[in-house]
């Protein structure tokens, strides 16, 4: 009876330390998120704002795509800490309007709108960003 009591005592521990080792290793692995910037800026084409657009940055540490909407020449996002192997500008202009529900006389209008930008700044775009934690001012037109 006596060995019985003191084998149960024993697995009773053994179970303990296990339930501890395992809540120590998932407690190690919460290091919280990785360090966030704020980048905001302004993006001009022909020496005025962007009326509107869309900036989009493309980590180099894992490939994630992170994008902003850019009204009246402003924008601003919060990216992971480390290089933007690329920055790409959209640019927008209103061409016409139509049906979103084509043949539903009460369907609700939809705006056409053209890319304006050249591919250099999109689909080529050979700019950079370094994203430094904290707050950080981006800048980009002509």
Known sequence: MMKRFECSRLNWRGSLAGVLLTLLVFASGCGGAPPTGNVS?????K???LERGMIEFLAESDGRSYAAEI??????????????KSVRIYGYKKIGERPRYIGDPNSPMEEITKQI????????SQITLEVVKGEQTFNYGE
């Open 41 to 45: 800026g302004t993006i001009q084409w």
């Open 47 to 49: 020496k005025q704002p």
């Open 71 to 84: 009204a009246n020449g402003a924008f601003q996002i919060e990216l992971p800490v480390g290089k933007m």
């Open 117 to 124: 930008l050249p591919k250099e700044w999109n689909e080529e």
